[in-house]
């Protein structure tokens, strides 16, 4: 395979460099509130959005630019390379999901919106007794005049606490096998009945978080898809989800080793074999994600594929082992430092790192995913 840019790619490289030179987001790392920090992402999803930058892999149909996913890799790759916020990875997640999936109101109401930054999204499927196995969830939608009445909770809720809708799978139909019982619906995070609250990981960060619903009612023009497609939404959603490619990750990726090499000189260490060595190992793991990345995205563009695929699960684990490797790399190299200069505090991210094990489905659900549906091994 030639993983160089064609002309088309290296010309839309070149004017995003331009354009990411000249359009930044002062001190979008240094809010001082969750509700701050998300304004100020807002803004650089609008602005991503008014400069063509959003959706550019989707179908003109459903408003983007009807170019090769791999143009989103480009994207995603160039931005964590320069100063700014990373990709707002949700994009290719939920209004992906509703233009694949939805009515055409669905599409016209939701789909414009989040692109723009006015819509904020969180995922509602995880419980506490239904993690890595989301078919074996309990919150429950009841048929009502005009609509459903939901209950029930969710946990791991990224975003939930300054999202504005909720993407949420509950169970309609007990009558038929867990997985088939299960629909997708489109819920704001106004509607009566709902709280929401902040689960802090150890590092006091917020992000994830629970949401409690008590009798909502959601009218049937929320409902995404029909009655029962909710496992079939959520495993399309979950490719999305996976493929670090077209979400932020890379992006994150690319920042923190950015972070990570100004550390080491600002420490004096560039010198040093051991550290040089190591720097070098997670730009390789990082870069070969890229490649196996521009691999699946080759593959999909000539198979006409719309979604990554069981494949995507590759992308995850990869990203989560250079995303760990990473910190454990920083934490080593500030050694006690942090015990006695309170400028140095890496536990922060280090603690967000082990997060990348958990969220999209476990290391042990990837592995079990490629063994069974890539490579077809036997279930024993």
Known sequence: MDYRDTPDEAAFRHQLRGWLAETKVP????????????????????????????????????????????????LNDEIGKADCPPYPGWINIFPRAISIHGTDAQRERFVPATLDGEIIWCQGFSEPGAG????????????????????????????????????????????????RGISAFLVSLDSPGITAGAVELANGNPETGQLFLDDVFVPDDQMLGGEGDGWRIALSTFSYERNPVETEYISELRQWMRSAEQLASDLGKLDDIHVRRRLADIRTRIDGLVYVGLEQLSARVAEGRVYPGEESSVGKLLWTYAGQEMQHFVLDLLGSRPLADPQYNPMGDYIWSRVLSVFGGTEQIQKNVLAWRVLGLPRV
């Not at 149909?61 to 170019?67: A, V, Y």
């Open 132 to 179: 890595s196995d989301i078919a074996s969830m309990s919150t429950r939608a009841v048929r009502s005049e005009g609509g459903w009445i939901i209950s029930g909770q969710k946990l791991w809720t990224t975003s939930v606490i300054y999202a504005d809708w909720c993407f949420l799978l509950a169970r309609t139909d007990d009558s038929v096998s867990k997985h």
């Open 27 to 74: 001190n979008w790392k240094d809010a001082d509130s969750i509700s701050e920090a998300q304004r100020r992402m807002r803004i650089w999803n609008k602005a991503l959005h008014d400069a063509g930058y959003l959706a550019i892999g989707w179908p003109t149909e459903e408003g983007g630019q009807g170019l090769s996913p791999i143009f989103n890799l480009i």
